[in-house]
């Protein structure tokens, strides 16, 4: 099945098309856990589209800090990151908004 289009339906109509990172908006917070650690919560990453894991393996890079993708839908990272990750992901092509 080379052709793409198996619903029948018009290619302009198809919902699917037009979704990119653009039009993602990721949310960025900070929780306070145990202990008084903080842990910066990046959500609104599709993983359908994207690979989160990869993703997260970019940002606890550029954080140097460790994390974890919670549920497949978000990352959590060690630390209070915001101003990084909001700089980062915007690199990457993602409208951040801070919470």
């Known amino acids: 099945m080379k052709d793409k289009n198996f ?6 109509l198809q919902p699917w098309e037009g979704f990119n990172r653009d039009n ?21 990453i599709d993983p359908k589209s994207e ?15 460790g994390g974890t993708v919670k549920d497949g839908r ?3 990272l060690q630390g209070d990151h915001r101003d990084v990750m909001k ?13």
Not at 24 to 44: A, F, H, N, P, Q
Not at 87 to 99: D, R, T, Y
């Open 7 to 12: 619903t029948g339906m018009p290619k302009e």
């Open 24 to 44: 993602e908006l990721v949310k960025i917070s900070v929780d306070k856990r145990r202990y008084g650690k903080m842990v910066t919560v990046i959500d609104g």
């Open 51 to 65: 690979n989160i894991n990869e993703i997260a393996k970019v940002l606890k890079k550029k954080a140097a800090s």
């Open 74 to 76: 978000s990352i959590e």
């Open 87 to 99: 700089k980062e992901l915007e690199n990457m092509g993602f409208k951040v908004q801070m919470v």
